[in-house]
């Protein structure tokens, strides 16, 4: 049996423990390719009225999956009380999902993530297609442990680590936002690889703090729901305590509801700093490459002017 | 210590009503105005909500003019209100006002109003206040914002038909003084049923044709006026009778654990009827504004008007939906994205098409089945 994981939205952090999860309750995992921007353009617009380019790309990956798989998984992580609690578009997306693609390949949701066992909706969706309670425990239990080794990894591919290119000074760059936009290349702009050309070191949340996301933050007394936003304000707190980033970068994408609570609170925390430049980039369908490169290549005119200055007095 | 709050549909008279029991100075918001926008608009983030632009404007309306503690409505989800408070502190401390903050939780009234209450009083502004009084404030707030709602939803049923255009208007403006004047349950009993009388006493044109519709969404687009771009008086020009569903005593009863007494069965009957869409309640009003479409169609209303604020996360779920709830149940609703930059006319527009397509489906069904569909107040 065939089971479907769309390339998008959640997947990017919590891809990999859905893969093995399935793969040890012996479906046949078929993930979606990354879309292009001409598949994205040519497939989107089944919703309606404005959202954000990460959840507007699922449209493509729907229609990729038609034929090809005998259900699409699409997580539901909307529990309170749970270790997620992720935006209300992705939490309210199963519903939408049902009346919206109803062309589209069976749809099944359920919790799963790897902080938690998965419970009586997993069971419910999991015992019909032959897997036993102890199948579905021991699936978890394999996947969580190959996610966590995982989450070494990401961290131990902190910055710092390795030497830059010759004749071009050390620049760190703190990249951060929603894990999906920074991970799918549509919606990236290919901004971690122009950094990384460019000589410099890019850290993200998930390399800072990977388990902050299952971890309530809060910011001048107020708690922070939004797992995602949360891990954001965390790892940008980390870096500034461990090693000072030379400059930041929140990669927003349009009408994003989290973005527009978390954006200011960045920059009103960079401001306070001396000498710590902020860029946001806002991507949308109508984004193009060269918009992002112009604007990173401004953005380390600004942080080499800053480690010059600083190297001076 | 002078207080203030945002400026909520009549929040107010439910804020006064407590400052009056408790003795003190409020700094009433202004009604909201482009100015009230413009200000707020300038302090905000981009991406912000038109509410919290709207609010942010309020707020720092209020603190030009002397208040210097804020009371500010927030709740625990996913919803933005959530953050509301710390966006507008932020924002304040960069126009460089500080001043006392206090937040409602809205979630738990008992937990998140009376505890802040006491704080409040007893903790950070060393005031010495009963029990007593804070209670009979809030439970006579509760009330008069009850009595003033109830006459509102009278004053809707007549608008669309009455024969000299403001006297419906009039009519609730001077009811709702005298609700507001009264100091006792019952002086606020009598004051409702003089009005509710003065109300029936003005001439209608009840033969007019009119349809019924249902207005629903983000609530403070619902509630608040300016936001919607007077919504209801739009629809009732045109021959509309506007009908709300939301109404703020409903928050405050669900907030209390009392959903159930709000009303039509209050949100809780909302989110019921949404079930078949919409499994789960994913937080703000996005469940209870699909089972208001359901509940709707069950009432024989005519249409319904959805109004969500540019990317509200909640309502881009409850329009998907409300689009397949509109073609099962051959219902027609229309959705309307409420922004900084909405031109009137926009709104104007497409809500006489709007109510234009509602009149010919009636008349067609009328022809068909001899049925006019709703019926009269």
Redesign the interface.
């Known amino acids: 049996m065939k089971v479907g994981l769309l390339n998008c939205l959640l997947y990017y952090p919590l891809g990999p423990y859905w893969e093995t999860f399935f793969r040890e309750l012996k479906f046949d995992v078929v993930v979606s390719p990354a879309l292009s921007r001409d598949e994205f353009d040519r497939r989107r617009t089944r919703?309606?009225?404005?959202?954000c380019l990460p959840v507007e790309s699922v449209a493509g990956h729907l229609d990729w999956m038609k034929g090809r798989v005998d259900f699409a998984f699409i997580p539901?992580l909307?529990d309170?009380r749970g270790d997620l609690?992720?935006?209300?578009?992705c939490?309210?997306?199963p519903?939408?999902i049902r009346?919206?693609f109803a062309d589209g390949p069976e749809v099944r949701s359920f919790p799963l993530t790897p902080f938690s066992e998965p419970g009586r909706e997993a069971r419910r969706a999991l015992l019909p297609l032959g897997r036993s309670p102890g199948d579905i425990r021991r699936a978890h239990v394999v996947a969580r442990d190959r996610y966590a080794a995982l989450e070494a990894e990401w961290r131990a591919d902190l910055p710092g680590r390795s030497p830059g290119p010759a004749g071009v000074p050390p620049r760190t760059i703190l990249v951060l936002g929603m894990p999906y936009v920074l991970g799918d290349p549509l919606t990236n702009g290919n901004l971690p690889d122009l950094l990384r050309q460019r000589g410099c070191e890019v850290a993200m949340p998930l390399n800072l703090v990977p388990r902050s996301m299952i971890r309530r933050v809060h910011?001048?007394g107020?708690?922070?729901?939004?797992s995602f936003a949360g891990m954001s304000l965390h790892s940008l707190e980390v870096a500034l305590k461990e090693r000072r980033p030379d400059g930041v970068i929140y990669l927003?994408s349009?009408?994003?509801?989290?973005?527009?609570?978390v954006?200011?609170?960045v920059q009103?925390v960079c401001r306070r700093c001396e000498d710590l430049p902020c860029l946001t980039v806002t991507v949308d369908e109508h984004a193009s490459a060269a918009h992002v490169e112009v604007r990173v290549e401004a953005f380390l005119d600004c942080v080499d002017a800053g480690i010059r200055k600083r190297a001076l007095a | 210590m002078a207080g203030t709050y945002p400026g909520i549909g009549v929040m107010g008279d439910l804020v006064e009503a407590v400052a009056e029991f408790t003795r003190d100075e409020i700094v009433s918001p202004l009604p909201n105005a482009n100015s009230t926008l413009n200000l707020g608009m300038r302090h905000s983030p981009e991406g912000a909500c038109l509410p919290f632009k709207l609010i942010a404007g309020s707020l720092l309306e209020s603190i030009d003019r002397g208040a210097n503690l804020v009371g500010m409505i927030t709740e625990r989800g996913p919803c933005r209100l959530g953050t509301y408070s710390l966006g507008l502190r932020l924002l304040l401390k960069e126009a460089g006002l500080e001043g006392g903050w206090v937040d409602f939780d809205n979630t738990n009234v008992r937990a998140g109003y009376i505890r802040r209450f006491k704080e409040m009083y007893f903790l950070k502004y060393d005031r010495r206040l009963s029990w007593f009084d804070m209670g009979r404030g809030f439970v006579m707030g509760l009330l008069r914002l009850a009595f003033i709602e109830a006459l509102e939803a009278e004053r809707n049923c007549r608008l669309a038909i009455q024969r000299r255009p403001g006297d419906v208007e009039t009519c609730f403006q001077e009811g709702a003084e005298k609700i507001r004047a009264a100091r006792t349950p019952w002086s606020m009993r009598w004051a409702l049923g003089k009005a509710r009388a003065a109300m029936r006493s003005i001439p209608l044109d009840r033969k007019r044709p009119t349809v019924r519709v249902v207005i629903t969404g983000e609530v403070y687009c619902v509630i608040d006026p300016f936001a919607n771009g007077r919504l209801e008086q739009r629809l009732a020009q045109l021959g509309a009778e506007p009908c709300r569903v939301l109404w703020q005593t409903d928050y405050l009863l669900h907030g209390m654990g009392l959903g159930r007494l709000g009303h039509l069965g209050g949100r809780p009957a909302a989110i019921r009827a949404a079930r078949p869409y919409m499994a789960d309640d994913i937080g703000g009003d996005a469940a209870a504004n699909v089972g208001h479409a359901v509940l709707a169609k069950r009432r024989g209303m005519h249409g319904l008007v959805h109004l969500k604020p540019f990317a509200c996360m909640m309502e881009f779920i409850s329009e998907n939906i409300l689009q397949k709830v509109s073609e099962e149940l051959d219902f027609p609703i229309l959705s309307l994205t409420l922004d900084d930059v909405n031109g009137a006319e926009r709104i104007h527009v497409r809500l006489e098409a709007f109510v234009e397509n509602l009149f010919r489906r009636c008349a067609s069904r009328k022809s068909r089945l001899g049925d006019a569909g709703g019926k009269r107040p």
């Open positions: 919703f309606a009225g404005d959202i539901k909307l309170r609690y992720i935006c209300p578009v939490a309210g997306l519903s939408v009346h919206v910011v001048a107020y708690p922070i729901y939004w927003s349009f009408a994003c509801g989290v973005d527009s609570v954006v200011p609170i009103a």
